[in-house]
Structures are given as structure tokens and as C-alpha cells.
């Protein structure tokens, strides 16, 4: 079944709703707003459409158009595409993507209602859909990138949507100059694919990517560009080192944070790990083990966020710092290759409900106590209760306690990590279990349970005269709620159909014969590497022999298994920092500060957020800016010193020439007799 | 080509509607206070709604042939003669200064000391701009260019602010330098040439066919490159921009980043590479290697700059040496790329610095750290500066971003492991355009009003909006779907590529 044009209306409604907002809705606070629900909505009717075709016939399809084309290098000319490719990866995202845009759109008619800004924020959030939608259904990297570059765009602008808060204009500063950090990996890895493949097709490079030791070059092994890819998804995904604007980027509108750092923009960095798998799979040919190496990043900054989250007290930065953790688990678990895959994006999936609802709930609760600060609130499930219940779901399945979503990704991943050998890494991911539900659960009953804080410590209403919010905010907070609980069921076999026969990632047959064939290639035509033209011929030529036809891989099936070797003792930990939460914040039995105390300095280390932003802004500031003053100070002292002194030079050149024009005729022969002579000689010389 | 047009000397209507409407301005009474704006304007909507026409008629199919050709004999003597033309990238340059002189104007309509002399100026600067862009006989070519350059000297010493007469002397000083270098090219390459020759086409006949030897041509080309690079602002011959584009007043530094910086490039490609392809492989690295400089310096550079134009002006220095790198690699991708970057640039800093003009109008500031909160009260300029800055920073949907990957592909697919290394550090500069245009728009136009008087600041009249408005659209319908522009460029470098690719490397 060829795949319908109606495909790109999923994205195009969206935009069709922002340029009708920004071109005749700027003012209105009641259209505007509509005109972008319906927009989104229609495209979630559709993705499902979409949906639906997949999980009949699941094989890829492409429609793409040239956006960019030009007569070389190469014979064939040199070109980028627009389009589409819909496979079950793309059409989840288009899913997940849609439906949390749609809930975030119905919950800001309440949330934003009163904010002067309400038309223009809207806009953005219509054209934030439309990017992450083309970002979604790109068919190459290139489209990727443009998307990828647009998603940055809103972030920022949503980010700094306070346009009067200093802060807010520096976290959206920070966001996207971090992120162009990354993106600076990103895009030479996609140039190097092009330069050296030929392609940046998703439907092409599997097949290519086991050509690289004769089409690349000596010095730029396949783990490179994995790797320099991995670096769009670092800023993007927000991983350890380039995390540090996901938390500040909590400054934009709350529902933003939902939908944009929580659910999906910041999941476009593991998506993206996903796409390209092959190249990562394939670079474990080669010399560098790129998997390992984004295992260890996810693995790390999972841990590392996962202490910060339980120390802050804005309710806000315990959930940044929360997703910063989660989105590393999910990298871990693409790092781990196989099931893991599977259960990276499983999680991915399972987590936009959750932590979308985690956000969503925050809102409300912001929305009613008018402070962030959890010092601030208290006692507010009695005041509040489908906010209560839907977020004591979200803390629940983000603590993976069955049978809640997070338990059956949480516990895929683990199983994945176990599969893989990657002991230690397993350890941390066990150990991030417990601080998890430490941290979620420090949060819930603090801001939940005992008794409200008083109106006047920590700025607010005070959470005594708390009121639930309006039904636009909780339908959503119900209808996530109810996926927190049931969409991890997704993973389990379904009449022999589970999450994992759509998503997954298997090793093209022909990968190590493809390898082995260019590697004597290129062993025998040292010459060819890393040359386009020459590698094809070499690839087509005469002595190309049949690829030893490799007996296909007995299929491991990616299906939710349980396994109680797994499950209880990650459960236990669960319960553990449940219960830790419990004893710490709600009965009090061995007071926080007391904790906080006990732990001293690396109490401090871990508040102040380990000081790597401050390291950051010292090299800024230290070697960027002087560096920067030390350009201007050249050019107006060196170079245009160099210029001064030249224009000095024949102004004084032409008073001392004056002296010259004596009046004697004589003299003014002679000069002219020697002036044609050298005339003469210099053009005999020249020509 | 349109038979509506045919006989019409549609290419001397372009140039000389501005020129002559010029002239003719001199001669008006000095009462006139208002009428130099109204003839301005009319005069540059003439050669925009010829320019128009001329996009409609032009063959596409044949981008790389001259089109619309008018042929006078003007020296006979000397070869000497009055050829003008058409091709796909003169086109694309006739519509970047068409859309920019029109918006200048509007710019200016505000403008009230000495309006008559500073309109006749521009008119005369507009006009040889035209010419040269569609000139096609070196000394025409070269008469026009100094048209061009000239009048910047008065438009910047009368009608700038700061230092404007050092300003307009040293730059000035430092692209007659580089006309120097030119004339003593241009002269090279009539006397090489056998029989001798001024004429463009003539003279790439006789570039095929090996009439010039490499000795020649590793001598000549550095000498035509430069001269024409000086005014691409190629470092370190690139001082002369910020200073004078901060001094000069807001239509002419619209025209100078906008167009003029282009005419130094354009004369790069067409002249010092189109002529002489084998000294441009000679001195390519080089090349690559200084525009490298650009690129990466002035996006640092741009990160310290207090006043807002020399913020702007750095940036084109960065943005100058993307186009001058892409020419460097001599190849389809770099070499379009470098095409569409000089249209996209021109664009982008014509809106740069009409908005900059709009808010010294307003604030008498360019001072970034007195600037701040503008947003709230100049919702407008702030929104269009927000645009302006997201093109300079390369951002995809706008026209900069195509061409810079271009260029940056280019350097990649070039072959030279040299040029690989060039290409990633000049992509490097991405970071570095990021933090000096959010920090911008950071300090200028959000967080909090910083005077209590710019709380009285209205924003953009219509007028105002009209030319910005119309430079951003062109940037953005370029921007969403190149496809159509990239073929034009395409189809006209197909001659030179070929001219190039011929060559022994």
C-alpha cells in the first residue's frame, strides 16, 4: 500500500494553524487558541489513521520531493529531499507527539487564560507541532536537521515566552547556544555520511554504513561519526555534559515544559540515536565502540541528575532534573544494542505520558499556590484531588511499581542491560530505581500530604486556600493518568504482536560480509579510501563476488518477558526509596535536615548542582569574552594601526615628495628618462 | 526571452532610471524639501518593477547564457565597448540591489538634512551598482564600480554619526586600494589577452583556450582577487567595515553591506575566478584559508561589540567570509552556495540595519547596554530583529540557511583533506553566531525596560514596516522552498564549473 500524501497534512494543519494565527489571529484570545486546538486535533486523528496502517503492514514508505538540488559534484548531481518516511518508529512519535500536544493545547485554555501573551503563545505552540512532526517523519538527516534546528528555535522562544524576566531570557539564551554545541557534532556527522556514503537516506544508509572501511577514510573511523552524531542528541536529549539548559529552560510556561521538555523535543535526542542506529550497531565493526560509549553517557547522567533532583526545591527543577535522569536511561538502554533499543524507545513512550502528567499536575499546582517552591505547599490532595490521585499515578509508574507504564520500560531496560553484559551499568540503573522513587516521592509528599504551608514563607496564596483547577486542566491529567497505568501494557504479547515486533532494531544480514569485503578492498586499493567515485567502482567492479549469504539470526523475541530475578529486586529498591521518602517527609522520623547535615559538603555539591554550570560560565566569561575583546583590540590597534600608519606614512611621503617639485626642468627630464626606463624594464619583466 | 520585451534595452532602463533620475535631482530648486523622496522612490520602484518584468522574461532554461545583450561600440580602438547583459547570477544580483535600493529609500523617507544631495547620491550609487552587476565589458565594469564606491565617501562624511570622517577616508582609501589592484589587473588581462581584449565573454574564449599561461595567471589572479576582495571585506583588509557601516547612515549602510559587499564578490567570481580558473586552483587554499579567518573571527569578534552596527558589521564579516570561502572551493556546491549566500546576506543585513536605524530613530542609542526591554513597547522592530537574527544565525526556513550548508557541504565535498579541515572549523562557527546575535537580542529587547523614557517609544509606522516586511518575505519564501533559486544559480555557474572542472588539477 503506497503511502498517502494525506501525510503531510499531520504536520501542515499545524503550521496552516500557526500562519493563520500569526497572520490574522495576532490579537485574538479567543480564536487563536481554538484555531490551534482544532489544528492539532484533526493531526491526531490522522496519526492514528497513520497508526492504524502501520500496525496492519509495518514495512517503511517514503514519499519525498527535492528541496535543494544542484548539478554536482558527482555525476548525478547532488540533492536534499523533503518528505515523509512513515515506518512504526515515526508513526509512534507522530502518535505521542500529537496526543500530548493536544492535551497541552485544551490544559493551557485554562492555564494560560489569563496571561497577556495568550494569542502569541499559541502561535508558538502551533508551530512547535509543526516542527516536531516534520522532525518525526524526516526520511533523511538533513530534514532531521532543519526540524531539529526549528524544534530549538521554539524552545527558545518559549523558554524566554516572559519576555520582561532577565531570567527567562537567559535560560532561552543558554538553551540554544548549548544546544548549538551539540549540534555542531550533529551536523559534521551528517556531512561526513554525505561526503563519504554518498546518502543520508535513512532507507539507505543501513545498507551502506558496512561499506565504511573502503569508503571512508583511514582517519575517521565509523565510531566517529556515530559519535559526532550522538553529540545532536547530547544537547538535544540534554545529556551529561551539555545538560545544563534543561533545567533553566523550567522558566518558560509550565504547560511548555510539558509538552516540549518533558515529552517530546527533549526525546528527539534518543529518537534520533534510534534512527540511526545502524551506524551506531555498525561502528562496533569498527574500533571504536560508539554504543559503549552512549551507554556510558545515558548511565551516567541518569545517576547524576537523579542526586541533584532529590536535593532542589522548586518543584519544577526536581522534575527537570528528574527528566535529565529518565532521558538517560533512555540512551543507556539504546547503548546496550538489542532489546535494549526496543526498550529505549518503550520508555521514551511510556515516559511522555508520565512526565507530561508529572508537568501537567505541577501546573495545577502552580496554577493554584502561585509559588514553585515546595516549601511553599503541603497537604494539597484534599484541596485538589484529581490533581492529587493523577499525580500519585504519575510518581507511581515513574517509580516503576507494577503495573504501572514505567514498571514494564524500567524493567526492559534493565533486562536489556543484563542481556548485554554491561554489569556496572546495570548497578546504576538499579541504583537510579531507588533514588527515583526517592525523589518523586520527597516531591509528592511534600507538596501533597501533611499540612499546608502557611500564606507567608516561601511567596504564594498559600496552599491552605487552595482550589482545584478548571475542567480544561484535569480532563488532560485524567486521560494521562489513565495511559500512566495502562500503556506499558503495550510491551506484553498480544497474540504474538507486542511493542517490540514494531520497534526494533535488527542487524542488516549482509553487515559483516558487507564489512570484511570493503575492508580487503581497501586493503588493496589503499588509494580508493575515502573517495566516493573511486570506492563505487571499486564496489560494482568485476571481481565483486556473490556476499557469502549469511544464515540469518535466530529472532530474539522483543516482547515484555518477566523476569522475577529482575523485577523484584528493582521493585524492592522502588519501594525502598518510597518508603525512605515516607519516613523522611511525611512522618518525619529522621528529619531532612538532619540528612542534609549528616551529608555536609557533598550535600552543598550536589545542591549547587555539582558546579558545572559555574565551570561553564568562568570559561565564558574568562576565555570566550577576552578572547572576543582581544579580536577587537587587534583590529583597531594592530590592523588598523598597520592602516594609520600606511596613510601616515604617504602623507609624510608627500610633504618630502613636495621638496622634490624644485622648478628645474632638467631634474623633471631626468626623472621622467628613468621613470620610462624602469616602465619598460618592469613590463618585460611581467608580461 | 519574452517577445513583450523584445527590443526594449531593458538592462540600460534598470541602471539608468536611478542614474539619470539622479542627475536630473542636482538641477531641482534647493526648496524642495519633500519632492527628492517622492523621486527617490519613484525611480527605484522603475527599476524595480523592471527588474520584475525581467524575472518573468528571463529564460531559466538558458541561465548561463547572457540574455537581454545590448552591444554599443563606445572605443572602438581600445575594444572599448557598451555590453550589457544577463545571466542567471547577474539576475539574481540586479533583484538583491532592486529590493534593497527600493527599501533604502523607504528608509530614508524620514531623512530631513540635506534631503536633495543625499537622495541624488544614492540614486547615483543605486544605479552603478546596476551597471555593474549587468555590465559586461571590463571598462564599463570598472567605470561603474567606481560610480558605485564613490558617493559612499559624501554619504558617509555629510550624513553619518561618530567618527564619520575618519570613517568615510579610510574606507574610502581602502577600496580605492583595492581599485588600484583592479585597474592594474584589468590592464593585465587586455594586454594578455590576443587580440586584445576588455570584453568579458571575449576574454573567457580566451581563457579556454590557454591564452593565459600559468605564470600569468599565478601572478594576476592574487592581484584582481584582492582588489576585489577588499570590498568583501576579506581579512585583514576588513576594518574599513565596521567603522564605516557604523558611521554611515541607515539607508547606506543598508546598500553597503547589502549590495556593495556583494559587488566585491561578485567580481571575484565573475572576473578574477571566471577569467583566470587556474590561478584560482593556484591560490584556492589561500583563498580558503583567509575566508576561513573571516568566517571564524568575525563571528568571535562580534561577541564583544557594544554599539549595534558593529555587531552587524562583524557579523558580515563572518558571514562575507562563508561567501568568499565558498567560492574558494571551486566546486558546484561551494560555488552556489557562495551565490545564494551573497543574496541571502544582502537581505538579511538590509533588514539588520533599516531596524537598526529605527531604533537609534527612536532610543538616539546604539549603546547595547543602555538598550533594553524595547520588546515591550516596539513589539514590531523587536519581532523583525527576532527574524533578522535567526537568519544570521543560519536557522533553516530562512534563506541563509541553504546557503551556508552549501558552502559548509562544499568545503566537505571538495576532495582536499585541507578543505575538510576548513569546513569544520568553519562550521564551528555556529556556536559563535548563536551567542553574539541571542546576546542581542537578549540586552536590546528583553527583560525589563532599562529608561524610564523608552516607556514613551512608539513603534514602526507603516512606512517603516514596509521595506522591512518586504525583505523578510523574499528571505523567507526563499528560505522555505530554495528549490527555484537554486536551479537559477545552478544552470548560470554550469559554464564556469565547466571552465573550472576542465582544468589539471
Redesign the interface.
Known amino acids: 500500500m503506497p503511502l498517502s500524501p494525506a501525510v503531510f497534512l499531520i504536520p501542515l494543519l499545524p503550521f496552516a494553524g500557526f500562519a493563520a494565527n500569526f497572520l490574522f489571529l495576532r490579537r485574538s484570545r479567543r480564536g487563536a487558541p481554538l484555531v490551534a486546538l482544532a489544528a492539532v486535533g484533526l493531526s491526531l486523528v490522522l496519526s492514528l489513521w497513520i497508526a492504524a496502517g502501520v500496525l496492519a503492514s509495518p514495512a517503511a514508505r517514503t514519499l519525498q520531493t527535492p528541496w535543494l538540488a544542484v548539478s554536482g559534484p558527482l555525476p548525478g548531481g547532488f540533492a536534499i529531499s523533503v518528505g515523509a518516511l512513515v515506518d512504526p518508529l515515526s508513526a509512534l512519535l507522530l502518535v505521542v507527539v500529537t496526543l500530548v500536544s493536544f492535551l497541552v493545547h485544551l490544559y493551557s485554555l485554562g492555564y494560560m487564560r489569563e496571561d497577556p501573551g495568550l494569542p502569541r503563545f499559541f502561535l508558538y505552540l502551533g508551530l512547535f507541532t509543526f516542527s516536531m512532526l516534520g522532525l518525526v517523519l524526516s526520511p533523511n538527516f538533513f530534514q532531521m536537521y532543519i526540524f531539529w534546528e526549528l524544534v530549538g528555535l521554539c524552545s527558545y522562544l518559549l523558554i524566554g515566552f516572559y519576555v520582561d524576566k532577565p531570567e527567562a531570557n537567559q535560560a532561552a539564551k543558554k538553551a540554544f547556544v548549548v544546544n548549538r554545541v551539540g549540534d555542531f557534532g550533529f551536523f559534521l556527522g551528517i556531512v561526513a555520511l554525505t561526503a563519504y556514503l554518498g546518502t543520508a537516506d535513512f532507507a539507505h544508509v543501513p545498507a551502506m554504513v558496512g561499506r565504511w572501511p573502503l569508503y571512508g577514510p583511514a582517519w575517521l573511523p565509523l565510531g566517529a561519526v556515530a559519535l559526532l552524531l550522538f553529540g545532536g542528541a547530547v544537547g538535544k536529549s540534554a545529556q551529561f555534559p551539555l545538560h545544563v539548559w534543561l533545567p533553566d529552560a523550567m522558566e518558560g510556561p509550565t504547560p511548555v515544559s510539558a509538552l516540549i521538555h518533558a515529552a517530546t523535543m527533549v526525546a528527539a535526542g534518543v529518537f534520533l540515536v534510534a534512527r540511526a542506529y545502524s551506524v551506531f550497531d555498525a561502528a562496533l565493526m569498527g574500533s571504536v565502540d560508539a554504543p559503549l560509549v552512549v551507554a556510558w553517557i545515558g548511565g551516567f547522567t541518569s545517576i547524576f541528575a537523579a542526586t541533584i533532583a532529590c536535593t532542589q526545591h522548586d518543584i519544577k527543577r526536581v522534575l527537570a532534573y528528574s527528566t535529565l535522569s529518565q532521558l538517560g536511561y533512555m540512551v543507556l538502554a539504546l547503548g546496550a544494542g538489542g532489546l535494549g533499543v526496543t526498550a529505549g524507545v518503550f520508555h521514551l513512550f511510556t515516559h511522555a505520558f508520565f512526565k507530561a502528567l508529572l508537568f501537567l499536575g505541577a501546573g495545577s499546582v502552580i496554577h493554584a499556590v502561585h509559588s514553585n517552591d515546595l516549601r511553599a505547599m503541603g497537604g494539597l490532595r484534599r484541596r485538589m484531588p484529581v490533581t492529587g490521585i493523577t499525580f500519585l499515578v504519575a510518581c507511581l509508574a515513574i517509580s516503576a511499581i507494577p503495573p504501572f507504564a514505567g514498571f514494564f520500560s524500567k524493567d526492559m531496560i534493565l533486562d536489556a542491560l543484563r542481556q548485554a553484559h554491561l554489569t556496572a551499568l546495570y548497578t546504576v540503573a538499579a541504583g537510579v530505581s531507588f533514588l527515583t522513587a526517592f525523589y518523586i516521592f520527597r516531591l509528592y509528599f511534600l507538596a501533597f500530604e501533611g499540612e499546608p504551608a502557611p500564606a507567608d514563607g516561601h511567596g504564594g496564596h498559600g496552599a491552605a486556600h487552595a482550589h482545584e483547577s478548571p475542567g480544561t486542566m484535569t480532563a488532560p491529567l485524567l486521560v494521562l493518568g489513565l495511559l500512566s497505568c495502562v500503556a506499558g501494557f503495550a510491551g506484553l504479547s498480544w497474540g504474538g504482536k507486542s511493542f517490540g515486533s514494531y520497534i526494533r532494531f535488527d542487524r542488516p544480514a549482509s553487515l559483516a560480509a558487507d564489512w570484511t569485503r570493503a575492508t580487503a578492498l581497501a586493503s588493496a586499493h589503499p588509494d580508493a579510501r575515502g573517495h566516493l567515485a573511486l570506492a563505487d567502482a571499486l564496489w560494482a567492479g568485476p571481481e565483486s563476488a556473490e556476499p557469502a549469504a549469511a544464515p540469518p539470526a535466530p529472532e530474539p523475541s522483543r516482547a515484555f518477558t518477566l523476569d522475577l530475578s529482575v523485577s523484584i529486586p528493582a521493585t524492592l529498591l522502588g519501594l525502598a526509596g518510597l518508603f525512605l521518602a515516607y519516613a523522611v517527609y511525611r512522618r518525619r522520623w529522621l528529619p531532612a535536615e538532619r540528612l542534609a547535615a549528616a551529608f555536609g559538603p557533598v550535600h552543598t555539591l550536589v545542591q549547587r548542582k555539582y558546579y558545572v554550570y559555574e565551570a561553564y560560565r568562568w570559561a565564558l566569561d574568562h576565555l570566550y569574552y577576552v578572547l572576543s575583546a582581544g579580536i577587537a583590540w587587534f583590529d583597531r590597534h594592530v590592523v588598523d594601526g598597520f592602516m594609520n600608519a600606511l596613510a601616515w606614512a604617504s602623507q609624510a611621503g608627500g610633504a618630502g615628495a613636495r621638496r622634490l617639485q624644485t622648478g628645474r626642468v632638467q631634474a623633471y627630464a631626468l626623472a621622467m628618462l628613468a621613470g620610462l626606463l624602469l616602465l619598460l624594464a618592469s613590463l618585460k619583466v611581467l608580461l | 526571452m519574452s517577445a513583450a520585451l523584445a527590443g526594449f534595452p531593458i538592462l540600460s532602463a534598470i541602471w539608468l532610471a536611478p542614474f539619470l533620475a539622479g542627475i536630473a535631482l542636482m538641477f531641482a530648486p534647493a526648496s524642495w524639501t519633500r519632492a527628492p523622496r517622492m523621486v527617490a522612490l519613484a525611480a527605484s520602484a522603475v527599476s524595480l518593477a523592471l527588474t520584475v518584468a525581467l524575472l518573468f522574461a528571463f529564460d531559466y532554461r538558458a541561465a548561463g547564457a547572457l540574455q537581454f545583450q545590448e552591444r554599443w561600440t563606445w572605443i572602438a580602438d581600445l575594444g572599448v565597448e557598451y555590453r550589457l547583459g544577463v545571466d542567471g547570477i547577474s539576475l539574481l544580483m540586479v533583484a538583491l540591489n532592486a529590493a534593497i535600493l527600493f527599501s533604502g529609500v523607504l528608509a530614508s523617507w524620514g531623512l530631513r538634512e540635506r534631503s536633495k544631495e543625499f537622495f541624488v547620491l544614492l540614486l547615483l550609487l543605486g544605479g552603478g551598482v546596476f551597471g555593474v552587476f549587468t555590465a559586461f565589458n571590463l571598462y564599463l565594469f570598472f567605470a561603474l564600480y567606481e560610480i558605485a564606491v564613490l558617493p559612499m565617501y559624501l554619504l558617509i562624511g555629510v550624513w553619518g554619526t561618530g567618527p564619520k570622517e575618519y570613517s568615510a577616508m579610510?574606507l574610502t582609501?581602502?577600496l580605492m586600494g583595492g581599485s588600484a589592484f583592479l585597474l592594474l589587473g584589468i590592464l593585465?588581462l587586455y594586454?594578455?589577452s590576443t587580440p586584445h581584449s576588455l570584453d568579458i565573454p571575449t576574454l573567457q574564449r580566451a581563457a579556454a583556450s590557454g591564452q593565459f599561461g600559468i605564470a600569468f595567471q599565478r601572478?594576476w589572479f592574487p592581484v584582481l582577487f584582492l582588489g576585489f576582495a577588499v570590498l568583501a571585506a576579506l581579512w585583514?583588509f576588513?576594518?574599513w567595515s565596521?567603522d564605516g557601516h557604523a558611521s554611515a547612515p541607515t539607508a547606506v549602510s543598508m546598500l553597503h553591506a547589502g549590495v556593495l559587499m556583494k559587488l566585491g564578490a561578485y567580481g571575484c567570481l565573475r572576473v578574477a575566478i571566471g577569467l583566470l580558473p587556474q590561478g584560482a586552483h593556484l591560490w584556492a587554499p589561500a583563498v580558503a584559508a583567509l575566508a576561513l579567518v573571516n568566517v571564524v573571527?568575525g563571528s568571535?569578534?562580534?561577541?564583544?561589540?557594544t554599539d549595534l552596527k558593529y555587531v552587524t558589521a562583524y557579523s558580515s564579516v563572518s558571514h562575507m567570509g562563508m561567501v568568499l570561502l565558498g567560492l574558494a572551493t571551486l566546486?558546484?556546491?561551494g560555488l552556489?552556495g557562495a551565490v545564494l549566500q551573497m543574496f541571502a546576506h544582502g537581505l538579511m543585513t538590509g533588514v539588520f540595519f533599516a531596524l537598526i536605524g529605527l531604533t537609534y530613530g527612536r532610543t538616539h542609542t546604539r549603546h547595547l547596554p543602555s538598550l533594553g526591554?524595547l520588546?515591550?513597547v516596539m513589539p514590531f522592530v523587536a519581532a523583525a530583529y527576532v527574524v533578522a537574527g535567526?537568519a544570521g544565525?543560519g536557522?533553516?526556513?530562512l534563506s541563509s540557511?541553504?546557503a551556508e550548508?552549501?558552502v559548509?557541504?562544499g568545503a566537505?565535498?571538495?576532495?582536499g583533506l585541507f578543505f575538510?579541515v576548513v569546513?569544520?572549523a568553519a562550521?564551528?562557527s555556529?556556536?559563535f553566531t548563536?551567542?553574539y546575535v541571542?546576546?542581542v537580542?537578549?540586552k536590546a529587547?528583553?527583560?525589563?525596560i532599562t529608561e524610564p523614557k523608552y516607556l514613551e517609544l512608539k513603534d514602526a509606522t507603516f512606512v517603516e514596516r514596509v521595506p522591512v516586511v518586504f525583505l523578510l518575505s523574499i528571505m523567507v519564501v526563499v528560505g522555505l522552498?530554495?528549490?527555484p533559486v537554486?536551479?537559477l544559480?545552478?544552470g548560470a555557474l554550469?559554464p564556469l564549473?565547466q571552465a573550472l572542472g576542465g582544468l589539471p588539477r
Do not use: E
Not at chain 2, 568571535?300 to 561589540?305: K, L, N, P, R
Not at chain 2, 566537505?412 to 576532495?415: A, I, S, V
Open positions: 579610510k582609501l581602502m593585465a594586454f594578455g601572478l585583514p576588513h576594518t565596521p573571527y568571535i569578534g562580534a561577541a564583544s561589540q566546486g558546484t556546491l552556489s526591554g520588546a515591550r535567526m544565525l536557522l533553516p526556513g540557511f541553504p550548508l552549501l559548509f557541504l566537505f565535498l571538495h576532495g575538510r569546513g569544520v562550521v564551528s555556529i556556536v548563536a551567542l541571542l546576546r537580542l537578549q529587547f528583553y527583560g525589563p522552498w530554495p528549490f537554486l536551479r544559480i545552478d554550469a564549473v
